[in-house]
């Protein structure tokens, strides 16, 4: 991507600003600091999702997004098929979400464990259930994976995203594709490219890793099976700070070049939620440098 869509320094610092705008951000219920930093330092009004990992209980989506909604913030809760043990579990969960949270917009993802605790194996099984509909949830979101899934292959998971935006049409509910982080622009592109010539339409937010050290990036991307594009955690580009810690500064330049039809990024906060809000918010504030070699760019800290 380096010589991708040549563009003065001026202009891409002009793109990368614009492309920033909107972001959100990504945090885990039961890290209660991780809530309160969001509520300090993200935009107010901003999407705030709400991971759901295993262990965690329905009630506390719910308590964080009531905390999130409270403070002013539209919270967007994960809603796992596989933890829900059965249709009751499901429709209270989505009810008190909308009741005691002003939840208007979720992401369905299957969930992150092997077996299922009922009757609900994947997200395309939630969607069929009519839940969000009858709670008036008006936006869902589903998973995309730019550079695959480590389970199912890439004819499947283009056969599950035709079927869930079905569903999701059927239903007259808006949806959303949101991405599995990348760390590098080239996977992403593609994505795009494979995703539009199957005729979808529908807006697509691409998930990047907030700046965290290269020890956690590098965890979390070999637990959510992101492939080749982990190369980049130690090729020089994006590898700050004495090569101990990595940000999203080189793919982010790559993308604000390629300039993709894209509605937004979304930001997982493995470093912390205070150290990506942080970034954004100098990044959305034009507080950095465009680098001298052309591929990415520096924070002003």
Known sequence: MRGARSMSDASLHSAIVGLVQGASLELMPRDKAAVDRAIEKA?????VFIARVPGDAHGATVTTASLLHKAGFDPVPH?????????????????????????????????????????????????????????????????????????????????????????????????????????????????????????????????????????????????????????????????TRLLTEAGPEAVVADLARARLDLEHLHFYTFGGVSKTADWLNAVRAGNFAVGGDGTGFRVNR
Request: with cysteine; glycine share 12%; net charge positive.
């Open 43 to 47: 935009v107010p009004g901003s999407e």
């Open 79 to 239: 809603v796992g098929a596989r933890y829900f043990e059965n249709e009751t579990a499901l429709d209270d969960t989505v009810a008190r979400l909308v009741g005691e949270a002003g939840v208007t917009k979720v992401l369905c993802i299957a969930g992150d464990i092997d077996h299922a605790a009922g009757p609900f194996a994947a997200s395309t099984d939630v969607i069929a259930s009519g839940v969000f509909q009858k709670h008036g949830i008006t936006r869902v979101g589903i998973a995309g994976y730019p550079e695959g899934h480590g389970k199912i292959d890439m004819p499947v998971l283009a056969e599950h995203m035709a079927k869930k935006l079905e569903l999701l049409r059927a239903q007259n509910i808006a949806p959303l594709i949101v991405s599995q982080f990348c760390f590098e622009a080239a996977p992403i592109v593609e994505f795009f490219r494979r995703v539009h010539e199957r005729g979808v339409a529908a807006p697509i937010r691409i998930g990047l890793a907030g700046p965290a050290s290269i020890t956690t990036l590098t965890r979390f991307a070999l637990r959510c099976g992101v492939g080749k594009s982990l190369r980049a955690l130690t090729s020089g580009r994006g590898v």
